[in-house]
């Protein structure tokens, strides 16, 4: 199938476009005299998936709306495709992107939003027509055409909106928080689509969101945002296997990570690491503890399993406090003194209501943080798991 790009020329599928590496070289963005986005540095090549991530006010959307041109960059440098993009408008970035909100045409069909940005390019009638073919039947779309979109529900729109930038065989994809409006099965759906769409173009793609499933299933590589600033860029499994800080291993991981408190003793041949729920051992060579009185050590809730040697190898102990059924699985809330640890496990196995209970943690599978700057100890030469 021909494909005709902007510049007139034509190509013999979407994979074969013309794609953009981006380079962010300590881009700043100022309101006035507030900052919220401090030197962002970043490089993202020719093909790649990142994922923006982070909470609620980390500044990844006006990250991306720079990237955009929605909105002005207030010092530092933009490059796509290596050529400075600061002050070119969106139209001329060669970019195309897609909207939380739809932003779609309420006067005109779905057709015709679909089309819209090809018609303004002036491609030939019969290339708009095949390409509509091939995004609505990927998307779902192809008995909607003739509609508006206050006729289609709120994730019909937003695969119309997809449509709309899918269409246009950009050098880069842009993706604003694309599917937090629809129902979890079409988000799901949508989810397997994109990255779908993204194996099969290989357009350099950037992506918001603030849901660490969609992150850790759709990207290459995270871009985990805090307060303004790149807190850890990495692979899901670096960023889940080897978080640098305990905000990372905090916001990474569902259930989310136990993070306690717990004081330091050399013992020799190892580190013994107490607190009010209990004790773990940890091997000198993982961590760097020389000299430390305390620390913030973190297990994920599969991480802890059913001690069955009486505490002689140290873990944590108390009464439970919640259970929350998750189908195989349940997830036992437990503690004393007023903290809580969680611990996954099957549901078969599941212990009652204010009974206590034991957990062992696997000493592999340990996090240790600074407890002042929240930094990880763990030793950058110890292999991921």
């Known amino acids: 199938m021909s494909r005709a790009d902007p510049s007139g020329s034509s190509d013999s599928s979407f994979s074969k476009q013309k794609m953009s590496a981006i380079s962010c070289h300590h881009i700043i963005k100022r309101y006035g005299e507030t900052q919220v986005v401090h030197e962002f540095d970043l490089e993202v090549a020719d093909n790649e998936f990142v994922v923006f991530l982070g909470p609620s006010g980390c500044g990844k959307s006006t990250i991306l709306r720079m990237l955009a041109g929605l909105e002005d960059i207030s010092g530092g440098d933009l490059h796509i495709a290596g050529r400075r993009v600061n002050d070119l408008p969106p139209q001329e970035r060669g970019i195309a992107m897609v909207f939380q909100n739809y932003a779609l045409y309420p006067h005109m069909t779905v057709r015709d939003n679909i089309a819209f940005g090809l018609k303004r390019l002036k491609v030939p009638k019969a290339e708009i027509d095949s390409r509509i073919k091939e995004v609505s039947?990927?998307?779902?779309?192809?008995?909607?055409?003739?509609?508006?979109?206050?006729?289609?529900?709120?994730?019909?729109?937003q695969r119309v909106a997809i449509a709309r930038a899918m269409i246009k065989t950009p050098k880069v994809f842009l993706f604003d928080e694309p599917l937090s409006n629809l129902d979890a099965k079409l988000r799901n759906h949508m989810r397997i689509e994109i990255a779908k769409l993204h194996q099969a173009l290989k357009t350099t793609t950037v992506y918001v969101t603030h849901d660490q499933h969609e992150a850790m299933t759709l990207a290459d590589r995270i871009v985990l945002l805090r307060d303004g600033r790149i807190e850890q860029v990495g692979t899901p499994r670096e960023i889940f296997e080897r978080p640098c800080s305990a905000f990372v291993a905090g916001f990474i991981g569902t259930p989310p990570m136990n993070l306690v408190e717990m004081s330091v003793k050399d013992q020799g041949g190892h580190f013994e690491l107490s607190g009010p729920d209990g004790v773990v051992h940890v091997e000198p060579h993982r961590f760097s503890l020389q000299g430390r009185e305390r620390v913030t050590l973190g297990i994920r809730p599969a991480h802890l399993r059913v001690d069955t040697n009486g505490g002689r190898h140290g873990g944590f102990s108390g009464e439970v406090q919640l259970i929350e059924y998750l189908g195989n699985e349940v997830l036992v809330n437990f503690g004393q003194d007023g903290s809580e640890i969680s611990a996954l496990m099957p549901s078969a196995q599941g212990p009652q209501l204010r009974e206590r209970v034991s957990f062992v943690a696997d000493p592999q599978q340990v996090h240790l943080f600074d407890i002042d700057t929240g930094a990880s100890l763990l030793r950058i030469d110890v292999p991921l798991h």
């Open 137 to 157: 039947d990927t998307l779902g779309l192809a008995r909607y055409l003739q509609r508006k979109p206050a006729e289609l529900s709120g994730g019909q729109q």
